[in-house]
């Protein structure tokens, strides 16, 4: 089944509930029927054309509900949570969870105004997390312990002297926490507080904005997390004082919700993420945030929710999480996946169960308060098992292949080309991880610490997790890929019995001289072995280094590396260019770097070479032991990678 295979299961055209005219679902989680189409037999993964439709700066503000709370959660919601929880037993966990979670920030003091680096950051997103937790606590409680922590919180950070525009993630962030607190606990406040909250809404967030505005800052349309969450959070605000300030919301929101598509456009055609899976959940718990508020306050987002590749957001999300939990963590992404609240409003919004199950596979028993509000009981493995098992990402040149999606022990190979221009890259074209026998075996490094010098300036491919060095593929003459290079996906197959696919890398070593460097990948033999294959050429003689980074104990002898960790195994091979060894060696990195304890470098070093193929083969322990006979990348196309 080749990639059009995919395609059609991703976009066929159905009718699917909840997925129509936004004004037909007013309420913030845009819930569809109970009982609507899912996933799950075989249901397509489209909500058919978009019907954006941007909005005028006269008109945005119609529909406004006049009354609070109008943000995301309307009462009516509250009241759906508070009667299931009685028959859901996890939900029910989840509540308990925030309880437990409010209660222990209650004795810790006010937030401070502490800049680190650059940036406030920290302590907006810890407001945020307060606010969120207090104010949803005592809507669902009406125990006044909540009330009274939230608004000391509020009126303690309405005294910054301001909230670090210079930063603008700062601002967005603590005027979406300031909006929450003022909507959600509007009638319980005092007239006083109200005032304070409200003027420090506006004073620090949304005057800073027009500002940012009329001096076009980069932020404005940009392509990427920063659009989403400065102009998310902005919305939120404005939204939350629109009716006492009408003319500086609507100023605002109208430029909010005709900027957001510059970044939406970046989940376009297939709901992929280039700057990674971490960064994913940033821009998307904002767009889903802006989303639900929209819809919650106007009745509408203006069709922006129906833009090509939102709904299929998910599925990146949930294919980049191999069977240790572990996300492939390109760019400047963490490694534990953990939970994303976003995947159950996204579930309810394009009526997909499979997000909204696999959300409680991952929230366990702990859900968060997005979890709380949105949380959809739908969905099971059954809908997993519907997804292919090796998937294609076009919108960020990634290719996924596993041996099961529900097998803990299963072999998970991700990879990917991309764009060494795009937002939080790192040099890494032809990067890959490696899981098997419920271990990570080929590890990615992840980000280090934003407040390095230059680490997003002229200093950030100096250091060693962001260079090529860092990465899990090919060094040529010792120096970084070429920073303004693009790798795409030319090939992808996928059957039954094995999953195919090759990266041509060749722009990012044509300084050095590469006329062609194509990474073929495999997952073969009943899916139980990886195969790869780097075909290398050239017009002057390279020093080439096949690299890969492990945690796990590594001996090597000759063309052989045995990987060892958890009581476990998996034999490497070297099966070409004759005469070529393995060699491992300990990556130790010197602060203000963060450490790299534990971490071994496996390679293959070569030297004066113009034209040579590398074939690397991973075998698992317990898997086949039968020598392969790999063919040259030019003939996977009629023939596969093996005879």
Known sequence: MRWLALLSFLVAPVALAGCGDD???????GRAPDGGAGASGGAAWHIGPSTYQPPNEDNVLDGLRA???????????????????????????????????????LDEPVS???????????????????????????????????????RSELLAVAQFSDWNPSHFLDVAEMTHAFAIGYDWLYHDLSPDDRATIKQAIVDKGLVPARQAYEDDEWWTDDAFNWNNVCNGGIAIGAL????????????????????????????APDGAWAEGPGYWGYATHYTVAAF??????????????????????GLFRVSMVGPTSLFFNFADAWERAGADASLFW??????????AYSERQYAG???????????????????LLQVPTDVRFDGADVVVLRSSWTDPDATFFALKGGDNQANHSHLDLGTFVLDALGERWAIELGGDDYNLPGYFGSERYTYYRLATEGQNTLVVDNINQNEDAVARITLFETEANRGYGIADLTEGYAPQGATQVRRGFALIDGRDRVLMVDEIEASRDLQVAWTMHTL?????????????????????????????????????????????????KLQVRLSGVSSTTIRVLFVPEGASTDSVDPRPLASWQSDGPTR
């Open 67 to 105: 009354d609070h709370p109008r943000l995301i959660i309307l009462d009516d919601e509250l009241n759906r949570i508070q009667a299931d929880m009685q028959a859901d037993a996890v939900l029910q966990g989840y509540f308990d969870a925030l309880v437990s979670s409010g209660d222990s920030l």
């Open 365 to 383: 028993s702990r859900g968060s308060y997005g979890d709380l509000m949105w949380y959809d009981d739908r969905g099971s493995e059954a809908d």
């Open 346 to 355: 996204l579930g309810w919004r394009y009526d997909r169960p499979l997000y």
């Open 292 to 313: 639900a508020s929209l819809r919650s306050a106007l009745g509408t987002d203006f069709g922006l929710s129906t833009l090509p590749g939102l709904a299929e957001a």
């Open 23 to 29: 004004a037909e679902q007013p309420v913030g989680v």
């Open 240 to 267: 939350a004082v629109a009716d006492e300030e009408p003319d500086l919301a609507r100023w605002l929101l109208y430029r909010n919700v005709t900027n957001l598509p510059f970044a939406l456009e970046s989940y």
């Open 552 to 600: 796990a104990d590594v001996t090597t002898s000759g063309t052989t590396a045995t990987l060892s960790q958890g009581g476990k195994q998996v034999e490497v091979r070297l099966l070409s260019p004759s005469g070529a060894t393995f060699s491992s060696q300990a990556v130790n990195l010197n602060p203000p770097q963060e450490p790299t304890d534990g971490v071994r």
């Open 112 to 150: 401070e105004r502490v800049i680190v680096g650059p940036r406030l950051l920290a302590v907006s997103r810890e407001v945020l997390k307060r606010i969120y937790t207090w104010s949803l606590l005592h809507r669902l409680t009406q125990d006044s312990k909540y009330l009274d922590r939230a």
